[in-house]
């Protein structure tokens, strides 16, 4: 049973529909267990308020969490070295 819920900006869903299929298989895994509040590897981005980053392979998927409707935003998913800027 998924606890949050998880939304994709116009942005991250460009991002998803780029990736290989093995890439996209992965991420999705990954969101189901964040949604259900398994123990991921999520660590905030340093100087930003309420930014995390996901590590799929050699993408990172950031993302907003909203706690007051449950709602986990993926604002972007790119590659290392684009993803941060």
Known sequence: MAIWRIVFSKDAHKGYVKLDKGY??????ILSLLSS???????????????????????RVLLKFYPEDKTILVFKIGSRGDVYK
């Open 24 to 29: 996209q298989e992965k991420i999705n895994k």
């Open 37 to 59: 509040k398994e123990r991921i590897d999520i660590k905030p981005i340093k100087g930003e308020n309420n930014i995390y980053r996901l590590r799929a392979g050699k993408y």
